[in-house]
């Protein structure tokens, strides 16, 4: 017997999670579970034996931690889930005119939207690898935060004062023990990336300018979307696309898109400025843009966008060369 699709919207909180079941495009229940591994069992248990018939795909917004353990448990027991942009769902509520907000009408608009959504989109899962690497990167980043925070309260706390009392020098010890930490786990985190991702080591060595802060964040984000997503998709995926602003006759010039990801662009950013003085492409390219009267801004965005180009053509080198491995591999 041929099993039938049921779509699932679930809207995550930190104590539970509200499911709404659309079957054949009515919504036929809604739930409430704990968000913790009794409610996913009781999750599962209620599909055993109320849609026994049926297949659940299911989708919910990549919007916080919450639904990590979540997607581990569906992987762990082989059901189909998508992670979905939250801007997806904003826009496809205001299509609805659904007004206020509720955990139960949030959860409608995911079963909504998964819809029309094919059955090979369902391809999350959850990685222990790619969480731990989500792991290192936001410990790293509030260190920088910490380590900045901790810079504006020693000048704000000194100012206009002797800075020999015990209060700053027990301030600059504690930043310079954050500092230590912090290149300690850069440090570990590089390892494990390089090990997850072996062409990481190729990309730090051959393409000059491109930093280690950037390939932990940058890699893990895009390293599955090469090969299936075409360069300009990625580009876009991380904010480095152009917008148009137009309307009748009236045209607006073009900015940089805002959505992506904003701390890969600032990291991207500070590589592409290194990138002109010492690429030696990319500061011939640089100077020919010079050359021609563009701006600085869209210089720096350009040899950004090349960057991210030279990384993707790398990545998706090392994928064809081990997809070749494999064909020579004898069975």
Same mark, same amino acid.
């Given at each position: 017997?041929?099993?039938?699709?049921?779509?699932?919207?679930? =809207?995550?909180?930190?104590?539970?999670?509200?499911?709404?079941?659309?079957?054949?495009?009515?919504?036929?229940?809604?739930?409430?579970?704990?968000? *913790?591994?009794?409610?996913?069992?009781?999750?599962?248990?209620?599909?055993?034996?109320?849609?026994?018939? !049926?297949?659940? !795909?299911?989708?919910?917004?990549?919007?916080?931690?919450?639904?990590?353990?979540?997607?581990?448990?569906?992987?762990?027991?082989?059901?189909?889930?998508?992670?979905? *942009?939250?801007?997806? $769902? @904003?826009?496809?509520?205001?299509?609805?005119?659904? %007004?206020?907000?509720?955990?139960?009408?949030?959860?409608?608009?995911?079963?909504?939207?998964?819809?029309?959504? =094919?059955? *090979?989109?369902?391809?999350?899962?959850?990685?222990?690898?790619?969480?731990?690497?989500?792991?290192?990167?936001?410990?790293?980043?509030?260190?920088?935060?910490?380590?900045? %925070?901790?810079?504006?309260?020693?000048?704000?706390?000194?100012?206009?004062?002797?800075?020999?009392?015990?209060?700053?020098?027990?301030?600059? +010890?504690?930043?310079?023990?954050?500092?230590?930490?912090?290149?300690?786990?850069?440090?570990?985190?590089?390892?494990?990336?390089?090990? #997850? !991702?072996?062409?990481?080591?190729?990309?730090?060595? =051959? #393409?000059?300018?491109?930093?280690?802060?950037?390939?932990? +964040?940058? $890699?893990?984000?895009?390293?599955?979307?090469?090969?299936?997503?075409? =360069?300009?998709?990625?580009?876009?995926?991380?904010?480095?696309?152009?917008? @148009?602003?137009?309307?009748?006759?009236?045209?607006?010039?073009?900015?940089?898109?805002?959505?992506?990801?904003?701390? $890969?662009?600032?990291?991207?950013?500070?590589?592409?400025?290194?990138?002109?003085?010492?690429?030696?492409?990319?500061?011939?390219? +640089?100077?020919?843009?010079?050359?021609?009267?563009?701006?600085?801004?869209?210089?720096?965005?350009?040899?950004?966008?090349?960057?991210?180009?030279?990384? $993707?053509?790398?990545?998706?080198? +090392?994928?064809?060369?081990?997809?070749?491995?494999?064909?020579?591999?004898?069975?």
């Amino acid at each position: 017997m041929e099993m039938k699709r049921l779509n699932v919207g679930i =809207d995550f909180a930190k104590d539970k999670f509200d499911i709404c079941v659309l079957k054949e495009n009515v919504a036929v229940h809604y739930e409430q579970f704990e968000n *913790n591994l009794k409610g996913f069992k009781r999750f599962l248990k209620y599909f055993n034996v109320n849609h026994i018939d !049926y297949v659940p !795909y299911i989708g919910f917004e990549s919007t916080s931690t919450y639904c990590r353990p979540f997607q581990k448990f569906l992987s762990d027991n082989s059901l189909p889930q998508l992670l979905i *942009n939250p801007l997806r $769902i @904003k826009g496809l509520k205001n299509s609805m005119v659904i %007004q206020g907000k509720t955990d139960k009408t949030d959860s409608l608009v995911i079963s909504s939207y998964l819809k029309n959504i =094919d059955d *090979n989109s369902f391809l999350d899962f959850y990685s222990l690898d790619n969480e731990k690497l989500h792991r290192y990167n936001s410990t790293l980043r509030h260190l920088v935060g910490l380590k900045q %925070q901790l810079k504006n309260f020693y000048k704000s706390i000194n100012f206009g004062l002797e800075e020999d009392d015990d209060i700053s020098i027990l301030l600059t +010890s504690l930043r310079k023990h954050i500092e230590k930490l912090e290149k300690q786990l850069q440090k570990d985190s590089l390892v494990f990336l390089v090990k #997850i !991702y072996p062409v990481t080591k190729d990309i730090k060595k =051959d #393409i000059q300018g491109v930093g280690e802060k950037l390939l932990l +964040s940058l $890699i893990p984000r895009i390293y599955s979307s090469v090969g299936n997503y075409k =360069d300009k998709q990625i580009i876009a995926f991380i904010g480095l696309n152009p917008v @148009k602003f137009e309307s009748g006759t009236i045209k607006y010039k073009e900015k940089l898109n805002k959505f992506g990801f904003g701390h $890969i662009k600032k990291q991207l950013y500070m590589c592409a400025m290194v990138a002109r003085q010492h690429n030696p492409i990319l500061k011939t390219y +640089s100077e020919r843009l010079v050359a021609l009267g563009k701006p600085q801004k869209v210089i720096i965005v350009a040899v950004m966008r090349k960057l991210l180009l030279a990384i $993707i053509g790398m990545i998706k080198k +090392s994928k064809n060369k081990s997809s070749k491995e494999l064909l020579l591999t004898p069975t």
